[in-house]
C-alpha cells in the first residue's frame, strides 16, 4: 500500500499542460530518450540472459523504466509485477554500480559546456500556502490516499485485479493535477517529503528481505545487461 501512496504523492506536479507549455524540445529529447532505452532493453534481453526465471523479463522491465523515469517507475513496475525481495535488491545493486558510471561520464561530457548561455527556472515561492506544514502535510497524505483507494477500488471493481492499482492511481493523479493545479501545485512541497519517505522506506524494506549470496550470484549478469541497455 506504501508503494501507491508513494507514486501518488509525487505526482502531485504532474500538471500535463505545464509540461507541454514549458518543455519545448527538452520533451522531443526525452521521446527520443525513451525510445533508445527501449530498444536498448529489448537488444540486451537478446544478448545478455538474465537467468532469473520468471522474473527475468520483469526485471528488463522494470530497469527500463528506471532509466526512462527513475527509482519511482522501477518501484512502481517491481510492485505491479511482483518482483521477488532478493532480485529487487540484486538489480538495484548491479544497475546503480552502471548508472553511477554512466552519470559520471555525462557529467564528465557537461565540463566543456559550462559556459552555456541555457537560462535555468528558479522557483521562489514565499507564500505560506507552499510551505511544508502540518496542514499541508494533513491535506497532501488525504488526498493522496483518496487517490490510491480510488485505484485500487478501479483496479478491483472494474478490472476484477487484472491490473494493478499503481496505473490507474497514477492516471488519476495526473488528470487531477492537471485539471485542478490550484488544489494539487501549493501541496507539491509538503507532498514530495512524504512521497521520497516512502519509497525510502520501501527501499529499506525490500534490502532488509534481500538474501546477499543470490545478489552476489546474479548481479554479474544484471551488470552487464544494464550497461547494454543504457
Known amino acids: 500500500m506504501l508503494v501507491p ?9 504532474a500538471n500535463l499542460k505545464r509540461v507541454i507549455k514549458h518543455s519545448g524540445t ?16 529489448i ?20 530497469l527500463a523504466a ?40 555525462l557529467f564528465y561530457l557537461a565540463k566543456s559546456d559550462n559556459n552555456s548561455n ?15 506544514g502540518n496542514e499541508n502535510l494533513s491535506c497532501s497524505l488525504a488526498i493522496g490516499c483518496l487517490l490510491t483507494f480510488l485505484g485500487n477500488f478501479i483496479s478491483k471493481e472494474v478490472f476484477k485485479g487484472n491490473l494493478s492499482g499503481i496505473p490507474i492511481t497514477t492516471l488519476i493523479t ?4 492537471t485539471l485542478l493545479p490550484n488544489v494539487f501545485y501549493p501541496l507539491v512541497k509538503s507532498s514530495s517529503v512524504v512521497g521520497i519517505l516512502l519509497i525510502h522506506l520501501f527501499f ?19 551488470v552487464v545487461f544494464s550497461f547494454v541497455q543504457i
Open 5 to 13: 501512496l508513494a507514486v501518488s504523492l509525487l505526482l502531485f506536479d
Open 26 to 41: 527538452l520533451f522531443m529529447c526525452f521521446i527520443l530518450g525513451s525510445l533508445g532505452t527501449i530498444l536498448g532493453t
Open 43 to 62: 537488444l540486451g534481453v537478446f544478448i545478455v540472459p538474465l537467468n532469473l526465471g520468471s522474473d527475468g523479463w520483469k526485471v528488463a522491465s522494470a
Open 66 to 105: 528506471r532509466h526512462i523515469g527513475g527509482a519511482v517507475n522501477f518501484v512502481s513496475v517491481s510492485e505491479t509485477l511482483g518482483i521477488s525481495a532478493d532480485v529487487v535488491v540484486a538489480s538495484l545493486a548491479a544497475d546503480n554500480l552502471i548508472v553511477a558510471i554512466y552519470f559520471g561520464f
Open 118 to 132: 541555457i537560462k535555468t527556472a528558479e522557483f521562489k515561492e514565499t507564500d505560506k500556502k507552499f510551505d511544508v
Open 174 to 177: 495526473v488528470f487531477g493535477a
Open 204 to 222: 529499506s524494506v525490500t534490502g532488509a528481505a534481500g538474501n546477499i549470496s543470490l545478489v552476489i550470484k546474479t548481479a554479474p549478469s544484471i
